[in-house]
């Protein structure tokens, strides 16, 4: 590529060793630090001191405290195990001193072995989805098609995806990618389905989140991500997702437990 994506801008450190520094200027933002960058950003940070024949497994992520787009963050890598097959992280974010994140992260070598997972048919078909445009930050980013009854700013699942421009050919950018992507949606998703969804509605943040890359992800080809409610108690809302690609493979599965602070007026 020419030029580097709007995905690989985003990964490019200061680097002193496993010490690393990002800053992703935003002039005049005033909104939270999207969990879905600095988990994109820490999992690059981690891969950086992988062997390359080690790929993302799954990560674990969490959001510890609400991040600003206006200063620097930091990320420290401890190297936990370098084994033959696989490689264990633990990365830990940091910005003005604080810690906004802290996550596990698994790399294996690929392997042979069996093949499998669970046929599920499609909850949306791409041909009955209609494209949905200015989604919260991410108009410029991805292309959504989404249910016709979606008008929402968000985008509520299921939902297809795909990124509006290529994405260099390197599996770490390609899984940072997927990370970015797979904090958009479960959110919405954590509430209890009777529940309608409004943007009053209360106080809502991203709590942890998990990731497991089963297949290789192209960014730039459609992916139908289906999620579902699994539970709510004490304000918070735990969700299942599943990415899938045009041929009904499982690319990758993810779960999110969100903080969701409602006012029982606005039920």
């Known amino acids: 590529m020419a030029t580097l994506s709007w995905i690989a801008r985003l990964l490019q450190f200061d680097r002193s060793g496993d010490d690393f520094c990002i800053r ?85 070598q690929p392997e042979p072995g069996l093949d499998w997972f669970p046929q599920a048919a499609p909850k949306l078909e791409l041909d009955a989805a209609v494209p949905k445009s200015d989604v919260l930050d991410f108009g410029d980013k991805f292309d959504l098609r989404t249910m016709p009854t979606d008008h929402s700013e968000f985008a509520i699942s299921p939902f297809w995806i795909r990124t509006q421009h290529e994405i260099e050919d390197d599996p770490l950018i390609r899984a940072c990618t997927l990370a970015y992507m797979s904090d958009l949606g479960p959110v919405p998703s954590a509430l209890p389905p009777a529940v309608p969804l409004r943007s009053d509605l209360g106080f809502a943040a991203s709590l942890d989140h998990s990731i497991w890359f089963h297949r290789p992800f192209q960014p730039r080809d459609w992916h139908r991500y289906e999620i579902e409610a699994v539970n709510h108690n004490d304000s918070r809302g735990l969700a299942r997702g599943s990415l899938y690609d045009t041929a009904g493979r499982l690319v990758a599965s993810v779960s999110q437990e969100a903080l969701w602070r409602i006012q029982p007026e606005n039920l």
């Open 24 to 108: 992703e200027p935003r002039e005049g933002a005033v909104q939270r630090l999207f969990g879905g960058l600095i988990a994109a950003q820490s999992l690059a940070a981690a891969g950086a001191t992988v062997d390359d024949g080690k790929l993302p497994q799954s990560v674990h992520a969490y959001f510890v405290r609400g991040g600003r787009y206006d200063a620097e963050v930091e990320f420290h890598v401890d190297r936990i195990r370098d084994g033959r097959a696989f490689a264990t992280r633990h990365v830990t974010a940091t910005q003005d001193g604080a810690v906004i994140l802290e996550m596990i992260a698994s790399f294996h």
